[in-house]
């Protein structure tokens, strides 16, 4: 095969022993070559004991595409969540991806818990209160409101942040999410957001994604099956926060990574599909009894600039699924933030 490959995704494992184990299977295949084989770029794409990290452009050529891809099958195998896509780029393009087999499941364990002391909690419930925030970007300034909202599907009591005159979560600064609460805990919810799939969500797609009480250095993991994103979630420590409603002492510090790994064949065919695999870094401010109180992206900040009680609830609506999420991406979905689409925000 002509062309050139690399390899990319995320793997997330039941424990460190099972991804050790998972590298000895790959030594004692035995068409294992030390010289070839990718062992050692997956010792080092280990974020964590358990999370590897996977942006690998090793140097062999397009020959070498099927031995690649069977070391890759071989350790998905052994991850609980989570894909590697490994790319033939050149004339012919290929893609062939490797998900987690799921034979020793990596689950969050969700069990709730009551909320601690508003005082003290980074992510407070902050029942029907509008959350106002400066968004400064290029020169401009503008106000931009979401609302904290409680839904209850089933047995569960989802938290969303809607926009300001809505019950849609799509246009929220979280990207569209239902969120469950426990304790210091914040769990997101990946499966369609529709009824009946809130009222009785799999294990599997309850996602432990912050934690107030977490250690900097610590690093969540989420991942909608069937998508092409996931994102990383890492506490950085603390830092004092000043804003337009106030100042903030200790905040935590997450960094939220976001990365977009495309799995069609026609992506990768031109001179520029070295770009197709994006990231894109936000970092966010908590604090204690505000929630967020910052938010940095690309080209631009949110700061916390009012809470305030909430409006009257619009009439119920049907929350948005996940396919519609996809294609509703029209800046007019979001009016109340004058004509910008949740994803700037982001």
């Known amino acids: 095969m002509s062309g ?65 891809m069977a070391e890759a099958y071989l350790l998905s195998e052994f991850a609980g969540r989570g894909y590697l896509a490994g790319v033939l780029r050149g004339a012919s393009a290929r893609v062939q991806v490797a998900m987690a087999a799921m034979t020793y499941p990596v689950l969050d364990g969700y069990r709730p818990q009551a909320d601690p002391d508003p005082a003290t909690d980074y992510l407070p419930r902050l029942p029907k209160q509008q959350l106002s925030y400066l968004y400064r970007s290029e020169g401009r300034e503008i106000e931009v409101s979401w609302v904290s909202r409680s839904n209850k599907h089933g047995k569960f009591d989802y938290i969303s942040f809607p926009q300001d005159g809505s019950n849609d979560p799509f246009n929220d600064w979280w990207d569209g999410h239902y969120f469950l609460k426990s304790g210091h805990q914040w769990f997101g919810v990946t499966t369609d957001l529709d009824n009946a799939a809130l009222s009785d969500p799999a294990e599997e797609e309850i996602q432990l994604i912050m934690d107030g009480s977490a250690k900097p250095g610590h690093t969540f993991f989420s991942y909608v099956p069937g998508t092409e994103i996931f994102r990383l979630y890492t506490h950085e420590g603390f830092e004092d926060v000043e804003t337009p409603y106030g100042e903030y002492d200790r905040c935590m510090k997450v960094r939220v990574d976001l990365y977009f790994l495309p799995t069609e064949d026609s992506r990768y065919a031109g001179d520029e599909s070295d770009k197709v695999f994006k990231k894109v870094t936000t970092t966010h401010y908590f604090g204690k009894a505000a929630g967020l109180v910052k938010l940095l992206f690309e080209d631009g900040e949110l700061l916390l600039s009012g809470i305030i009680a909430a409006p009257e609830e619009p009439q119920e609506s049907t929350p948005a699924t996940t396919s519609q999420m996809a294609t509703s991406d029209s800046p007019t979905r979001n009016s109340s933030n004058r004509g910008k689409p949740w994803w700037k925000f982001w």
């Open 4 to 68: 050139t490959i690399f390899l990319a995704g995320i793997l997330q494992f039941q424990s460190a022993q099972r991804f050790e184990e998972a590298l000895e299977a790959l030594r004692t295949e035995e068409t294992y070559s030390e010289a070839s084989s990718l062992v050692a770029a997956f010792q080092a794409a280990m974020v964590s004991d358990t999370l590897m990290v996977l942006r690998h452009h090793p140097l062999q050529s397009g020959t070498f595409y099927d031995r690649i």
